[in-house]
């Protein structure tokens, strides 16, 4: 297997005539970690990236939604019109879950969401090239030191099996499936060496990381236990994690583990159990808030994001005010909200008494609004505490990055390092 840290590769041009990518990319974490491997396994193969004059556009799509389809075919048409003598390839949940619709965009090549060295190929065929260059030829391009991301998004786990009834994943990314320990580990060395401070473990539904059948890999606290002995690790973070996957070991590990950041993203996306039930999500909001709690309880200024869906179908006006009043409980430290968008492949889409537009977007408004004052009161809780932030942008010597618990954090560096970003620095929060 190739490992995607080839993404960092970036080789000279060897006899000036080397064909020329570019890569789009829509949709979660997962699709964006993709994308960088391709692009990786691509410059491997003795490809460029080049954004004006690509001979090949590739488009790794997203179906989660309805509107998030729909900014597929607006991208495509628009990198269409753009690119006129370029060839295209249709990649992502998109064709994976609407092959057949895929097939009919004025594409050169469709493809879904596996086996990526396969696609390699398929495009080496299409541009008419077997070039294989060295992967030790090149520079490093992802690096913090050349401007990029400070924090490493790592993808351990791919498909889902839960089946939310307004969610097309388990149609779009398949069967569970854990990327091996070591493989894991190389990588994050990897990241290290080249200088990124914060590992972050993304997948579909990192949870159930080793617990497909048959895996040959621990459990994610397992896992994250062998991650926090790596030599020179900053610190790791996990992505999301769904509550019913928060295990004692794994909150305890958090709590002794100063390499694991005191953040936990557990999606919500109701704050009423009718809605849940009709959803079909694997809790209740009892059962979610107990997870809350004893979380809360070991590590006391953890932050607690969220995820939140407003105007699922029979949403009442009053379901929405329980909504409210749950999250008011559960004082978040952040919240994503999202208008309910039907998916015509998943139960939601075909039920009744759908939720207007108009009263969706004042929902979504609101929800925003009111998860803003706590968000605000969250991060009034570190005033005149030392903190630590990872650098990502670095302006003239303000410093901006994230912070352990997920919010992002300013401060005036005098000595305006040109290296600054990717490094950790500590300051008071006033």
């Known amino acids: 297997m190739i490992c995607p840290m080839a ?81 295209f390839v249709l990649m992502g949940c998109f064709p994976q879950t609407y092959k057949k619709d895929a097939e009919k965009f004025d594409v050169d090549l469709v493809w879904g969401t596996v086996n990526l060295d396969e696609l390699v190929e398929k495009i080496k065929v299409l541009l008419d090239i077997s070039i294989n260059v060295s992967a030790s030829v090149g520079t490093l391009v992802d690096s913090p ?12 786990q791919d498909g889902c099996e839960q089946f939310c009834s307004y969610c097309n994943i388990p149609y779009a990314r398949g069967n569970l499936w854990s990327r091996p320990e070591k493989e894991i580990f190389e990588e994050i060395a990897m990241a290290i060496k080249v200088g990124f401070s914060e590992i972050v473990l993304c997948g579909i539904h ?43 070991e794994l909150l305890l590990l958090i709590k002794n583990s100063k390499k694991i950041c005191d953040h936990l993203h557990i999606p919500l996306q109701s704050g009423t159990d009718k809605i849940l039930e009709a959803m079909n999500r ?19 200024d953890i932050s607690i994001t969220t995820d939140v869906i407003v105007g699922f179908p029979g949403e009442t006006k009053r379901n929405f005010c329980e909504t ?27 039920m009744k008494n759908k939720v207007s537009s108009e009263e969706k977007a004042f929902r979504a408004s ?45 401060i005036e560096n005098k000595k305006s390092e040109k290296n600054a970003i990717g490094t950790m620095h500590k300051c008071f929060i006033d």
């Open 7 to 87: 993404s960092f590769l970036l080789q000279k041009d060897m006899n000036g005539k080397r064909k020329k990518f570019v890569i789009r990319t829509l949709g979660c974490k997962v699709n964006q970690i993709d994308s960088r491997a391709l692009k990786g396994m691509l410059i491997r193969s003795g490809l460029i990236e080049n954004v004006n004059s690509p001979d090949i556009v590739i488009i790794n799509t997203c179906a989660v939604t309805k509107n998030a389809i729909k900014k597929d075919r607006k991208m495509f048409n628009g990198l269409k019109k753009k690119h006129l003598e370029a060839k």
């Open 145 to 156: 030191k050349t401007g990029k991301r400070s924090r490493y998004f790592l993808k351990i």
């Open 206 to 248: 990192l949870g159930l990381y080793g617990k497909e059948k048959g895996a040959k890999t621990t459990d994610l606290a397992g896992l994250l236990r062998e991650i926090v002995l790596i030599k020179g690790l900053g610190r790791v973070r996990l992505s999301s994690i769904e509550a019913n996957d928060i295990s004692d």
């Open 282 to 300: 694997p809790y209740n909001t009892s059962y979610f808030e107990g997870v809350v709690l004893k979380a809360r309880k070991l590590i006391p």
């Open 324 to 350: 409210l009043k749950f999250i008011e409980k559960m004082a978040f430290s952040k919240l994503h909200v999202f208008p309910f968008s039907a998916h015509e492949k998943t139960p939601a889409s075909k």
């Open 366 to 410: 609101k929800l925003r609004i009111f998860g803003e004052s706590f968000e605000k009161k969250y991060e009034e809780k570190f005033l005149g505490k030392k903190i630590e932030l990872i650098v990502e942008k670095n302006d003239k010597g303000i410093l901006m990055g994230k912070e352990e618990h997920y919010f992002d954090v300013i």
